[in-house]
């Protein structure tokens, strides 16, 4: 069964980068039938897309975030990564990782990382 | 980038009542749309995919339809478990994938 984890400091202080790893086990991150992706969801509020990448590294992200948004993939740790530079309090959410197909498939549980001083 | 909108904001339904809710997408997205389900605390799980095929796992109450601009997720007889959240989700022009707002369904 698959099962994705996210992981990361769960505070970062406002301007400075957010950086989460997302570990992917019970199945291969190298599938050719997917991308892995993040997703976002302030407190309270709807779900955002941020990004998703290919094990190949073919990545695209949100237009809205793109500037400051980077993602990759390590295959051989089964894992991928997002960071977000130049964080404010309004990137405060809960972050998930999934698998995409298109659509999301399969979810972590989500971590939580407030942005403040 | 296209814009989904759900309606109503929140439901409110006995147990063992239908429920249906709606999504609009801002221009035709075709069939290229999902539905997930979020309880509190927890991350969405899908239930419906290109608009009408149910996920792996998926009870046979929850049912997709429409295409292009209107969609409709119809729960034929609300369960306790069926109190949630439910989002569309658009994967027709990317990026970016766009969610809607999404519908919460409550006890009436």
């Known amino acids: 069964q698959l099962q994705l984890q996210e992981s990361g400091p769960g505070l970062v202080k406002p301007s400075e980068t957010l950086s989460l790893t997302c570990t992917v086990s019970?199945?291969?991150?190298?599938?050719?039938?997917?991308?892995w992706g993040w997703i976002r969801q302030p407190p309270g509020k709807g779900l955002e897309w941020i990004a998703n990448?290919?094990?190949?590294?073919?990545?695209y992200s949100n237009p809205s975030l793109k500037s400051r948004v980077t993602i990759s993939v390590d295959t051989s740790k089964n894992q991928f990564s997002l960071k977000l530079s130049s964080v404010t309090a309004a990137d405060t959410a809960v972050y998930y990782c999934?698998?995409?197909?298109?659509?999301?498939?399969?979810w972590g549980q989500g971590t939580l990382v407030t942005v403040s001083s | 980038e296209i814009v989904m909108t759900q309606s109503p904001a929140t439901l409110s339904v006995s147990p063992g009542e239908r429920a249906t809710l709606s999504c609009r997408a801002s221009?035709?997205?075709?069939?290229?749309l999902a539905w997930y389900q979020q309880k509190p605390g927890q991350a969405p799980r899908l239930l419906i995919y290109?608009?009408?095929t149910r996920a792996t796992g998926i009870p046979a109450r929850f049912s997709g339809s429409g295409s292009g601009t209107e969609f409709t997720l119809t729960i034929s007889s609300l369960q306790s478990e069926d109190f949630a959240v439910y989002y569309c989700?658009?994967?027709?022009?990317?990026?970016?994938?766009?969610f809607g707002p999404g519908t919460k369904v409550d006890i009436k």
């Open positions: 290109h608009a009408s």
């Open positions: 999934a698998r995409q197909g298109y659509y999301f498939d399969s």
């Open positions: 990448i290919y094990y190949g590294g073919r990545a």
């Open positions: 221009q035709s997205v075709s069939s290229n």
């Open positions: 989700q658009q994967y027709n022009n990317w990026p970016p994938f766009t």
């Open positions: 019970g199945g291969s991150i190298s599938s050719s039938s997917y991308y």
